[in-house]
């Protein structure tokens, strides 16, 4: 690594563990460096900031005379002082120098590389900390975009993890070459395009974590060129990994940037040789430029086509490209959720839009007359109709196509849902899409959202246009993380 990644490093070390400067006069010099109308701020001023809360990317927000201030590594009620780094109209970006008052809340991060890979942004702040945090984020979220207050607002307490670690059950992970000349896996460090080895991550599950690290020993063994994204040479790119949730097989995908796995054969050799619990090994083609991991094209090299996956009753069947929740265990708390606040009676019609594989639009079937679910991506959807298939449920239909566009077409054909589900990407609804739902006039809509910006503004809109807001109900996905997941229950007003 070199010395400016170092410098780099130990920059971010030092906002989650800052030190008191103990320099003759330095408490003087920041009392005559402070003294800025908020206006005045110019980069490398000195400020010092009282920390509210957490912000949507895991950061401390509090005020400097009114205007909101961004910390890394900041947490709520620390005093902070800080070096501006950008002074915005509406905002300023600083960094911390020294932690005046620590919160009672802060820890030691267990993540030997936490200060620098960025998958995680929460691991310095204790658990219970953690989901008040996530709360205080989606009520944030809702008093901004919808003026709706923390005493209005019908917010459920957030649904936690009695153990928040080793619940990732999918590994996606770039490859490179570290300075000994070894094969590293990992994500890219924040900002740069060097790549973090996260060897051991502790939430993953822990077989993926042992998946891993045997692949790259046998793609090392076997000298399969690793692609390097700045020559654009080499062969592999990626490798993902998931496990079903009683961690007894192993998915295993290879995304290469040719056409062809180098020493294919031999490859999948040494996986049935020396990794028995991996099942399927697929090999992805991916030669763009741009950051999406998989290409169109997948090959099965050996073993089954799909992961069998299974929550509670359901049956799910999983190809390498599948969309399917990376916290099982979460997973059946979130969709209970969804399945509380359907409140089905058994002669309803449930729409079930972005659906994926079908995994709400199944869990809610056998309460339903009909399901029918819609997604863009036809792999899901063949996966939706065999899940369905799998599990014994016959009144579960999955459609192919924009829900924007299909929902309309079946209102004019005279079918109306009587509920909506909606799990959406974190970029919201389509505003179609929800013109689509206004004029659909379900009873009741149903938003399942990782994104409570997205989720509050999209609400606004149902808001305007004759729903209200029944109750929303926050629970953690991703513990360790600044994500929180939201499930909210909206209804027609008569």
């Not at 808001?463 to 993380?481: A, H, I, R, S, Y």
Request: proline share 5%.
């Amino acid at each position: 690594m070199t010395s400016s990644n170092n410098n780099r490093n130990n920059n971010r070390m030092s906002k989650l563990y800052p030190q008191k400067n103990k320099k003759a006069g330095a408490a003087k010099e920041w009392k005559k460096q402070t003294d800025y109308s908020a206006e005045q701020l110019q980069p490398d001023d000195r400020i010092v900031v009282t920390i509210k809360r957490i912000g949507i990317n895991g950061e401390g927000v509090g005020y400097y005379k009114r205007k909101a201030v961004f910390i890394e590594g900041a947490l709520p009620n620390e005093v902070v002082r800080a070096k501006v780094i950008k002074a915005d109209r509406g905002f300023i970006q600083a960094e911390m120098v020294e932690l005046e008052k620590k919160s009672a809340d802060r820890q030691p991060p267990p993540c030997h590389v936490y200060d620098k890979c960025g998958g995680c942004q929460l691991q310095h702040l204790s658990y219970e900390a953690q989901l008040q945090a996530k709360e205080e984020l989606v009520v944030e979220a809702f008093r901004r975009y919808t003026s709706i207050e923390a005493e209005v607002l019908p917010l459920r307490p957030i649904i936690g993890m009695e153990e928040p670690w080793g619940y990732r059950n999918k590994a996606q992970l770039q490859t490179g070459i570290g300075r000994n000349g070894s094969i590293i896996t990992g994500l890219y460090e924040l900002g740069s395009r060097e790549l973090v080895d996260i060897a051991g991550c502790p939430i993953q599950q822990p077989i993926i974590n042992e998946v891993i690290e045997a692949v790259k020993q046998i793609i090392q063994e076997l000298n399969i060129p690793i692609y390097n994204d700045k020559t654009r040479r080499g062969n592999i790119r990626t490798i993902i990994a998931r496990a079903d949730q009683k961690g007894q097989e192993v998915q295993l995908t290879i995304v290469t940037a040719e056409d062809r796995l180098t020493d294919s054969k031999r490859f999948v050799e040494a996986v049935r040789k020396n990794i028995s619990i991996v099942t399927s090994i697929s090999h992805n083609i991916n030669k763009g430029k741009g950051p999406l991991v998989f290409g169109e094209k997948t090959i099965l090299l050996w073993g089954k086509e799909r992961l069998g996956e299974q929550l509670g009753k359901l049956k799910f069947a999983l190809s390498p490209r599948a969309f399917f929740q990376l916290n099982p265990k979460q997973t059946i708390k979130l969709y209970n959720a969804v399945k509380e606040a359907a409140s089905l009676k058994g002669d309803e019609l449930v729409v079930d839009s972005y659906c994926g594989t079908g995994t709400i639009g199944l869990w809610l079937a056998a309460q339903a007359q009909e399901v029918r679910g819609i997604e863009v991506i036809a792999e899901a959807v063949r996966d939706a109709r065999e899940n369905a298939a799998a599990s014994g449920i016959n009144n579960a239909r999955f459609y192919e196509g924009r829900a924007e566009r299909l929902l309309p077409e079946w209102i004019q054909q005279g079918i109306r849902p009587d509920i909506i589900v909606a799990d959406p990407p974190r970029t919201g609804c389509e505003p179609e899409f929800l013109q689509a739902i206004i004029a659909a006039k379900p009873k009741k809509f149903i938003y399942v959202s990782c994104n409570p910006s997205t989720l509050a503004k999209d609400c606004k809109v149902l808001l305007e246009n004759g729903f209200e807001l029944k109750n929303v109900q926050p629970v953690d996905m991703f513990p360790q993380t600044s994500h929180v997941e939201c499930v909210i229950l909206m209804v027609r007003k008569e």
